[in-house]
């Protein structure tokens, strides 16, 4: 007897549709609203092409990129030094995308007000696509502020690091139609104490800043080696000092930059990062002589906002995923998301994505007017802050949305897997956690008129009871001098939920501030998923969803 009848097992049922070819501003309201609260609406056309970008073509790229890593090339078949890492083309894709749209050059290009908001507007839909190739975009952007504190050589530099034009090829920059820059400070020995450094910089002919030196040494962590020109540090006579160094010399010949291995990392598999060797690499010096952290400050700021906007656009994606799994897929008769356990976590999830929204959009704002005196110390704080606090709670935001996909959300054919593994990244890189609560310290210490700032900030609470009572214990704490670093990460993350609270309420959506106090101001459970009763549950979800 024939079996054929038996070769079909079941019919496919209850599956939930592709989020495929989405445009990722359009079903983004809170994305939409913060960007036009903080003046950022002119370039609306300009995030919602990119919002279909980074939902169609980009998005599928972003699993090309990480399905293909990159590889190490260190020499040709003859046995010549080559020094070179290869990319699969969908990676060089997303730069080209990126490159073209602004994302490391808008508000040096076009400084106009909101030119922040809109770039991390940007940014937010690039990362939800593919965060790997986001390293290189933050580290271009943000080796402008440092490299304009030496005009010689930021005139040669920075009119093709601020090009619309990516040109991956591996030239001169006399050559080249576009630039990228990385950066390179971590040593072995000393990590994010970055004074322990060991490589030193010997004058080529007269010393101090924008003279050429060569450099001797090593460093740990250099991420993105393919580009063409590094931000370094390296020790003088007088200190450690910035230099800026390019894989290629004046004359076209190789520079002495040798990469030793690529990283094997739990994440951010698209973008290369490696330990490289100076032997000999010649560079020039940015900024003042032993002021070496000082200058290159203005670049760590940017990458940490850019780490803010990274977790941010990480929860966002992952929330994107659960609801929509959640508004399909039925268990026991109804769809998921009609079901009080699941309306729960998906609310929780949408609050903890629009206050990490709503922190980095208000610190796009601040960048924004940078010769403000309010503004410049409120950013000096909040960098540290919503680099702790927002890139701490993506992981544990991204885990409890993939959970929602049950068994899907573990397997690599969706993306919640490498949202998960990329979730700690932007808390490691560019100054962990410690690193982070003690520069809140410091700022709010030992620079005249932060505390102030910040409590003007705040005010007295917009008005609510619950904010005004947090903010009064929050003053009290930073009274007591007692231990204080040792209560670091308490009172950072007190300043940061009292300024989330305090935008939300300022926002005007009475269903998200009013739910946010009340979970997270006001006691709340230890995972997600664990409001209290009587809030709007209904208006969180409808206002987080997916929009059509």
Known sequence: MSLHRYAETHDVLNQVPPLEG???????????????????????????????????????????ANENKPVFKSHDRYGHRLDLVEFHPAYHQLMSAAVAHGIPSLPWTDPQPGAQVARAG?????????????????????????????????????????????????LPIAQKSGLTIGMAMTEKQGGTDVRANTTRAHAVGASGPGQPYELVGHKWFCSAPMCDAFLTLAQTDKGLSCFLLPRHRPDGSRNQFYIQRLKNKLGNWSNASSEVEYRGALAWMIGEEGRGVPTIIEMVSSTRFDCMIGSSSLMRQALTQAMHHCSYRRVGGRTLSEQPPMQNVLADLALESEAA?????????????????????????????????????????????????????????????????EAPVNSIWEGSGNVQCLDVLRALSKEAGVLDVLFAELGDGHGDARLKKHIDRLQSAFTDKDDIQYRARQLTEDVAVALQAKLLLEAGNESVSDAFIASRLQGHGRAYGTLPRGLDIDGLLARSAPQA
Not at 29 to 53: C, I, M, N, T
């Open 22 to 64: 989405a445009n990722l501003y359009r079903l983004d309201l809170p994305l939409q609203e913060w960007v036009r609260r903080y003046r950022g609406g002119w370039a609306e056309s300009r995030l919602d092409a990119y919002g279909a970008l980074a939902g169609g073509p980009l998005m599928a790229a972003g699993f090309l």
């Open 122 to 170: 940007l940014m937010y839909l690039h990362n939800q696509a593919e965060s790997g190739s986001s390293c290189p975009l933050t580290m271009t952007y943000a080796s402008v502020p440092a490299l304009r504190q030496q005009p010689d050589v930021a005139d040669l530099w920075l009119p093709k690091i601020l090009s619309l034009e990516y040109d991956p090829r591996n």
């Open 357 to 421: 929204l709503a922190l980095t959009m208000r610190m796009g704002h601040a960048l924004d007017n940078p010769f403000n005196e309010q503004e410049e110390k409120f950013a000096r704080l909040v960098t540290a802050v919503g680099k702790y606090w927002i890139c701490k709670r993506a992981p544990e935001m991204v885990a409890e949305a993939s959970e929602c996909l049950g068994g899907a959300g573990y397997v690599e054919e969706t993306i919640m897997p490498r949202l998960y593994r």
